[in-house]
Every structure is written in structure tokens, then in C-alpha cells.
């Protein structure tokens, strides 16, 4: 019988926790946390039922791991992409471009293993019903990287005032959730189009949402 401190006898504690959260990132991403149950993971994961309770207490407590741990890989990609963009715009003495900007904001939810679908649906999640750790990875990583994104975009045009780059970037991100959260085969844009459009065809998605923002943000 295996004890409570030992739930996956043979295998080392941070190799079955580890495991636990990557197969479980990934049945979330395919089928959402909802759909996915505890014993989904525990059996893609193979590693006994008790596991999730011993190292996560819960499937929930378990699917905020995996926000932060997401928000965390997606914040290093932006912040890597934005200082580039900044490096060249110092080195060349050009100005910045917004169509950089943007690409760098919504690259990482295209990017393959990334899973940009899971996490707006997390930051979706957050909105409806914010917990202590939600909070967390807000402020911990999706804040301090949007204040960065708001200064470079005040330095695209000055003529703006930094409020309304504020309400700007603000809408740019509720645009950007909506998108990333209607992406299935059964998305609402094929619907509407018959299938002209469809927001599953990722570059078509990506196309339309970066050319989208760009308008938005430089109008008025």
C-alpha cells in the first residue's frame, strides 16, 4: 500500500509533479479544463488518482499552476520581443513601429506549444471569477510587462495622451481574448461566413487580428 508521502512510489516527487502539469497543460489546451477530469490526467499522465490532491490539493489549484506557469513562458517571449524591437528602434534611430508592437503582443498565442488559446481562456476565467493566485500571476507577470507594452506604444505617437494609450491597450487585450477564445472548429466566424472565414485557420486569424489592431490603435 502506498503511503500518503510517497503517491507515486519508485518515481522522483518533482518528476511526477512535473508530469502531472505538463500532461495536464496539454489535455486542457485539446479540451479544456472543464472537460478534462482528474482521472483524464492521471491516466495520459500515469500516475495514481491521489497524485493531483498530494502535490495540487485540487484539479482547480492544479489549473492555476498551469495559468502561471503560462503567463510566466508567454511574459519571457514578450519581453524578449519587445526589447529587440526597442534595441533596433535605438540602434537604427527609427521610430518605433506599431505593427511591431502588436506582433510582438499577440506572437505567443500563435506560437506553437505555447498553448495562447488555454491562457486567454484563463485570463477570461480570471475576470469572471479572480482568486488569491489569479491575482498573483497578474501582478507578477501580466501587469509589470503591460505597463513596458503601454510606455513603448506612447513612444509611436506622442500626439496621444498616455491615458488613452491606457484605454487602448486595454481594448487591444479584450479584442485579442475574444479572438483566441473562439478558435475551435465550431467557431462563430466560420458559422457566420459559412465558412468563407474561419477563425481555426491560425494565419488567417493572425493576418486579420494584427491588421485589426494596428487601425485601431493609430485612429483617432
Known amino acids: 500500500m502506498k503511503s500518503r508521502s510517497t503517491p507515486a512510489a519508485g518515481q522522483g516527487a518533482s518528476d511526477v509533479r512535473e508530469r502531472i502539469l505538463v500532461t495536464a497543460e496539454l489535455l486542457f489546451a485539446r479540451q479544456g479544463v472543464d472537460k478534462t477530469s482528474t482521472r483524464d490526467i492521471t491516466t495520459e499522465a500515469g500516475v495514481n488518482v491521489a497524485s493531483v490532491n498530494y502535490y495540487f490539493r485540487s484539479?482547480?489549484?492544479?489549473?492555476?499552476?498551469?495559468?502561471?506557469?503560462?503567463?510566466?513562458?508567454?511574459?519571457?517571449?514578450?519581453?524578449?520581443?519587445?526589447?529587440?524591437?526597442?534595441?533596433a528602434s535605438r540602434e537604427n534611430?527609427?521610430?518605433?513601429?506599431?505593427?511591431?508592437?502588436?506582433?510582438?503582443?499577440?506572437?505567443?498565442?500563435?506560437?506553437p506549444g505555447v498553448h495562447g488559446a488555454l491562457l486567454a481562456r484563463f485570463i477570461l476565467q480570471h475576470r469572471l471569477d479572480p482568486s488569491e493566485m489569479t491575482h498573483r500571476v497578474f501582478e507578477q507577470y501580466l501587469n509589470p510587462f503591460a505597463m513596458e507594452f503601454i510606455e513603448a506604444l506612447c513612444l509611436t505617437d506622442k500626439r496621444i495622451s498616455r491615458v488613452d494609450w491606457l484605454w487602448r491597450y486595454t481594448l487591444l487585450t479584450g479584442t485579442?481574448?475574444?479572438?483566441?477564445?473562439?478558435?475551435?472548429?465550431?467557431?462563430?466566424?466560420?458559422?457566420?461566413?459559412?465558412?468563407?472565414?474561419?477563425?481555426?485557420?491560425?494565419?488567417?486569424?493572425?493576418?486579420?487580428?494584427a491588421d485589426y489592431l494596428c487601425r485601431a490603435l493609430r485612429s483617432g
Open 93 to 111: 534611430r527609427t521610430a518605433l513601429r506599431l505593427e511591431d508592437l502588436v506582433d510582438c503582443f499577440i506572437r505567443p498565442y500563435f506560437e
Open 176 to 209: 485579442v481574448m475574444l479572438a483566441m477564445t473562439d478558435v475551435g472548429p465550431k467557431n462563430r466566424m466560420s458559422a457566420l461566413s459559412d465558412g468563407q472565414a474561419d477563425a481555426s485557420r491560425t494565419e488567417d486569424l493572425k493576418h486579420q487580428l
Open 59 to 87: 484539479k482547480e489549484a492544479l489549473a492555476e499552476e498551469i495559468f502561471m506557469r503560462l503567463a510566466q513562458r508567454v511574459t519571457v517571449l514578450r519581453l524578449a520581443d519587445l526589447s529587440r524591437v526597442m534595441d
